[in-house]
């Protein structure tokens, strides 16, 4: 009867990731255990692991290893999200020194039964990996020599972490024949690969926009490769000797790509975490949200316009949360404070006059008075005293305590006295004091001597941790939106994905009219998908009228023109996409939408601010607006909040309304003489 019985569904995941990467945090305690939008990173990844029907976990750690199994231990008793119909061993050895060590280890307890989900602690996804699992399984009865099923995800931004790949397949079967790894800091001005990938294949594809989120399907036989392969390091070197010795080793391994709606993405380093933190407050990782009570099954949070997260339990003012800021029980901000872009962790205590952006505080910071940080994470308990400066990706490591007037950038600082050795050398370096419990750490060198995931044909250069800073503008060309009608400032969104629909359906329809403009599509085919995606995600007319002019001035040839000439690149878009705009914007109200979504346009983008007044009068010329619209429009425009734009907008207005009486003294004229 043992034949017949249910194949448990397992799962291996590994806790000791980017040691390096988040330094001095990663000192502190484990990286698997750094809160992420004030919940667990390895929380993260055991509901995704529970979300995929996942039954059986092995949480594989060498480092901190108590740690972890206490926390699994407070998950399981407190009924964790993740704790429901899964079982979770914490298993460990202290030899244990890279990921090809963890996975000898696992084949030397013969703990894997079967095919198996491989996932980093690191990962954040909302992905059900169940489709892939079968696909997996299904591969393998057609290939014995199946290893793995490496899983992707296509990259939407051009913001470099890391994870970004350029792989080569086999468009019949996702067959995987070449593997590169992309530079962080700069793009490639080109990219080598093997003639053998084209001549030994004859429907080959390249992806050059692929994020690699650390997801994986492994056979049984791929723990029993890193046994026979001790060179086999990280997972990298696993790909990388597969396809060189894949007759050798007679082993093959296979892609899956996850669905555009899915979100994965690994958090690696600093600039990671920042994106992903993002990601989820903006919903894009829908339903782990802070809403949704992602870790305890109860709500802690109440949505906000303007995605604010606040706990019920915080006591702040709505004046001093601007945009995408989460909050937690607990936390105080005293008034004349503005905090945008950031995480408060429970129990914090911020000043008065402070300035707060892109920040992530964990649990009891606190900061005093007239502070202003950006672009930094302050560890569990640490103090920045009254009238700093802390910006440009510092990490305050925890129960550090900064002297007051301390300007920082770009400076990593721990609580702790003790010298710092590189693995690579014997090197001992002391630390800089900057008061009594505030020293800096230099992160010179201190690049992953493990990571081999660099080309081979790079010079060596020192490495260094890298930081936070300004995400680049392609993150922020599709904004959230937020209803302006609605004048209660208290007013709470459902929980729901609803929101984000009016931003989904604005980046179909920029990615419908970028295609079609570049490929001079039959505006009536756009037409048609526009359509389609207005009833998928329930448009009114009025917000399809202004999402499709917004799209168009949305798209990348009018955000970047050639030369900055803005006026030459609208009147090409326009000339193409003209019929497209002019089915939607007929009547005077639809008229009005198109004004006022240009209206949102000046504002977003400098090159048509600098010439709104012939872009206005380019599109009455060509009849998409007519004068009673722009005059309506014109009236309805605050004199203060939109003083700029009225001044430019004035001798345009003026000039129509002298034509317009000419007109009409014109036609008193012709009634006279007859």
Not at 200 to 215: F, Y
Not at 554 to 566: A, C, F, Y
């Amino acid at each position: 009867m043992a034949q017949f019985e249910k194949e448990i569904v397992q799962a291996v995941l590994i806790a000791d990731n980017n040691v390096w990467n988040f330094k001095p945090l990663s000192d502190e305690g484990s990286t698997a255990l750094l809160p992420l939008v004030n919940v667990r990173m390895l929380d993260y990844a055991l509901i995704a692991l529970n979300r995929s029907g996942v039954e059986e976990v092995f949480v594989y750690a060498s480092l901190y290893l108590q740690n972890i199994r206490d926390h699994i231990k407070a998950g399981i008793a407190t009924y964790a999200s993740w704790s429901f119909k899964m079982t979770v061993h914490v298993i460990g050895g202290e030899g244990c020194r890279c990921f090809g060590d963890a996975m000898r280890d696992l084949d030397a307890k013969a703990l894997i039964r079967g095919n198996f989900i491989l996932l980093g602690a690191d990962t954040v996804t909302n992905a059900d990996l169940r489709p892939v699992l079968e696909q997996h399984k299904r591969q393998a009865k057609f290939d014995k020599g199946t290893a793995a099923t490496l899983v992707f995800k296509e990259c939407s931004n051009n913001v470099r972490t890391g994870n970004e790949l350029l792989i080569a397949v086999d468009r019949r079967n996702d067959r995987l024949h070449y593997h590169q790894r992309l530079r962080m800091h700069q793009k490639e001005p080109r990219y080598q690969i093997p003639l053998d990938v084209f001549l030994g294949n004859s429907c080959v594809a390249l992806h050059h926009n692929l994020l690699d989120p650390q997801i994986a399907i492994g056979s049984p036989s791929m723990l029993s490769l890193f046994s026979d392969n001790f060179d086999f390091q990280t997972r990298d070197d696993f790909v990388r000797g597969l396809l060189i010795n894949e007759e050798l080793l007679d082993s093959r391994i296979y892609v899956a790509l996850l669905p555009a709606a899915q979100y994965a993405h690994k958090v690696n380093n600093w600039p990671a975490y920042q994106l992903v933190s993002r990601d989820i407050i903006n919903r894009w990782a829908y339903p782990l949200v802070p809403d949704m009570g992602v870790y305890k099954l109860q709500q802690q949070y109440v949505f906000h316009k303007d995605n604010i997260y606040k706990s019920p339990g915080a006591h702040v003012s709505k004046v001093a949360l601007q945009q995408n800021v989460v909050i937690q029980a607990g936390s105080r901000v005293d008034s004349g404070s503005v905090i945008s872009d950031s995480v408060i962790g429970a129990n914090c205590r911020i000043g008065k006059n402070c300035r707060l952006s892109n920040v992530f505080l964990m649990a009891d910071v606190t900061v005093k008075d007239n502070c202003r940080l950006e672009h930094s994470v302050v560890g569990a308990g640490a103090t920045i005293n009254e009238d700093c400066d802390v910006s440009a990706g510092c990490v305050l490591g925890a129960n550090s305590v900064l002297p007051a007037q301390t300007k920082l950038s770009k400076t990593l600082v721990t609580s702790t006295p003790n010298t710092q050795r590189s693995e690579e050398d014997a090197l001992a370096m002391e630390l800089e004091s900057i008061g009594p419990h505030a020293y800096i750490v230099s992160d010179l060198t201190t690049g992953d001597p493990e990571d081999s995931d660099g080309e081979d044909f790079l010079p060596q250069q020192p490495l260094s941790i890298p930081k936070m800073g300004d995400l680049l503008a392609p993150l922020d060309e599709i904004s959230y939106c937020t209803d302006l009608s609605d004048d209660d400032e208290d007013a709470s969104r459902a929980v729901t994905p609803l929101p984000d629909d009016t931003n989904i359906f604005l980046g179909e329809v920029i990615d419908s009219l970028t295609r079609g403009f570049r490929e001079k599509s039959n505006p009536d085919f756009l037409i048609l998908e526009i359509n389609s995606s207005r009833y998928a995600y329930n448009m009114s007319l009025k917000e399809v009228n202004f999402n499709v002019v917004k799209a168009v001035f949305g798209m990348q040839s009018i955000l970047d023109p050639v030369n900055n000439n803005v006026l030459v690149a609208i009147n090409a878009a326009f000339k193409q996409l003209g019929p497209v705009v002019s089915n939607y914007i007929k009547s005077e109200d639809a008229m009005l939408d198109c004004l006022k979504a240009l209206e949102d346009v000046y504002e977003e983008n400098p090159l048509v601010r600098e010439k709104i007044s012939q872009i206005v009068h380019y599109l009455y010329d060509k009849d998409f607006v007519s004068e009673d619209a722009i005059q309506a429009w014109f009236e309805q425009l605050d004199e203060e909040e939109h003083a700029h734009l009225r001044q430019s907008l004035a001798k345009l207005v003026a000039w129509l309304n002298q034509s317009s009486e000419e007109e009409d003294d014109d036609d008193d004229d012709e009634e006279e003489e007859d």
